[in-house]
């Protein structure tokens, strides 16, 4: 089974629990993003020039409530032209642009906002939030830190510093990030739930099977520990008990893509490729631009031995995204065993320029794997083996000298 593939509906509720979590501790004092600052021009929309900025700040923050971001930001605009060092509009700036997903700015204005104030944690966490869902997790790590720094007591940052390790794939760092902010708060089934995301990466799926069951005895309808239930259960080959617990989830919220598609993981990850696909097809109606979806359906259809079919899955998905590295080792893989070996080539050399050290590490087990169903391959296996052991050596700073024997 290929345990990775598996868990990355699992990550992908934590990551979006780490980005819940800082902006509800934002939106608790009404904080936000950054974004650049322009001086509103003579005839544009302006309100009444006896507003104070109290006032102005007020109305966006009632404008951002019911998501029309773009009459909040003109307000909260003209409030800093009044008063330039006004940190409550650079905060709802930031909580404009983050929810109107302009991320560059949200955290242009929350670097402005901690300029101001360098020293509250709440806004120190707000630059966080917005870099870490900017996709910058050594920046946003930086400023949870300093938050904690700040206040010891922010669980919000804590959570934050082990969601930065995660989107790195730092499952060690992580671990023990998660594990601190538990500490604080442990009647949090987000921090649970990170828990069993982390473990089950580490493929220690009893631990994170009680991490889940943890969290869903805290909060009961949620769907993240359910999904992530299965991912343990599927683990430890209760396939049963997997595909069952998903597929209640289905029945209850029958056009969820999400759900549909941890569905179609357990499916493919029992061994039942024909009705993976299906479910993933469905799934991507649904949401046609998920690039994860894509190279899922690839996966699914390549262990369908459906291999010209996995490699278009594999290339839909690398025009939506083109950072899916685990999208290009199996575009390899089908090369490989399609006997295209230069091809291949080209494909493993594109994922390595991407990949983390266990991206590589995942691949690799892939290639394993892939020997015992085509032994007649097994030289051109070994050789792209070979290769991605010595680009694993080199990510974690091993000299490749040093393991020869």
């Known amino acids: 089974m290929n345990v990775q593939k598996l868990q990355r509906i699992a990550l992908t509720f934590a990551l979006v629990v780490a980005c819940?979590?800082?902006?509800?501790?934002?939106?608790?004092?009404?904080?936000?993003?950054?974004?650049?600052?322009?001086?509103?021009?003579?005839?544009?929309?302006?309100?009444?020039?006896?507003?104070?900025?109290?006032?102005?700040?007020s109305k966006a923050q009632a404008l951002i409530s019911q998501a029309k971001y773009d009459e909040a930001i003109l307000l909260l605009k003209q409030s800093i032209s009044i008063e330039p060092n006004n940190a409550q509009a650079y905060t709802l700036l930031g909580v404009a642009y983050q929810q109107s997903k302009r991320l560059d700015l949200a955290i242009e204005a929350f670097l402005r906002l901690v300029k101001l104030k360098p020293d509250i944690a709440l806004f120190q966490n707000s630059l966080g939030g917005a870099l870490l869902d900017y996709g910058k997790p050594a920046e946003a790590r930086a400023a949870f830190i300093r938050a904690v720094e700040l206040d010891p007591s922010d669980f919000g940052s804590r959570f934050g510093i082990g969601s930065c390790y995660l989107?790195?794939?730092?499952?060690?760092?992580?671990?023990?990030a998660y594990q601190n902010a538990l500490g604080y708060n442990p009647s949090s089934p987000d921090v649970h739930i990170a828990l069993g995301d982390v473990l089950e990466q580490l493929e220690r799926h009893e631990s994170s099977l009680a991490e889940y069951d943890a969290a869903i005895r805290l909060?009961?309808?949620?769907?993240?520990?359910?999904?992530?239930?299965?991912?343990?259960?599927?683990?430890?080959?209760?396939?049963?008990e997997a595909e069952q617990l998903v597929r209640a989830l289905v029945a209850k919220t029958p056009k969820d893509p999400a759900l549909i598609s941890g569905l179609a993981q357990v499916l493919d990850a029992v061994?039942?490729?024909?009705?993976a696909i299906a479910q993933y097809k469905a799934a991507i109606k649904l949401t046609p631009t998920d690039g994860?979806?894509?190279?899922?359906?690839?996966?699914?259809?390549?262990?369908?031995?459906?291999?010209?079919?996995?490699?278009?899955?594999?290339?839909?998905?690398l025009t939506i995204d083109s950072t899916l590295a685990y999208v290009r080792?199996?575009?390899?893989?089908?090369?490989?065993?399609?006997?295209?070996?230069?091809?291949?080539?080209?494909?493993?050399?594109?994922?390595?320029?991407?990949?983390?050290?266990?991206?590589i590490r995942a691949a690799i087990n892939d290639l394993n794997d892939s020997v015992k169903r085509h032994p007649s391959l097994s030289l051109l296996i070994s050789r792209q083996i070979d290769r991605l052991r010595l680009a694993e050596w080199k990510l974690i700073g091993?000299?490749?000298?040093?393991?020869?024997?």
Request: net charge neutral; hydrophobic share 35%.
């Open 271 to 275: 061994g039942r490729h024909q009705d």
């Open 167 to 176: 989107k790195e794939k730092d499952y060690e760092h992580a671990l023990d």
């Open 398 to 405: 091993l000299d490749p000298s040093l393991t020869r024997h």
């Open 329 to 359: 080792f199996n575009l390899g893989l089908a090369r490989i065993v399609e006997n295209r070996p230069a091809d291949a080539d080209k494909e493993y050399a594109a994922a390595i320029k991407i990949s983390s050290a266990p991206d």
């Open 292 to 317: 994860y979806l894509w190279g899922n359906l690839g996966w699914a259809l390549y262990n369908a031995s459906r291999y010209e079919e996995s490699i278009e899955a594999g290339n839909k998905a």
């Open 219 to 240: 909060s009961p309808g949620l769907p993240g520990p359910v999904i992530g239930r299965a991912t343990a259960l599927a683990g430890l080959k209760r396939n049963f």
């Open 20 to 57: 819940r979590i800082s902006a509800g501790a934002q939106q608790s004092a009404q904080p936000s993003l950054p974004s650049p600052l322009q001086v509103l021009k003579p005839g544009a929309h302006q309100p009444p020039p006896t507003s104070t900025p109290l006032e102005l700040n």
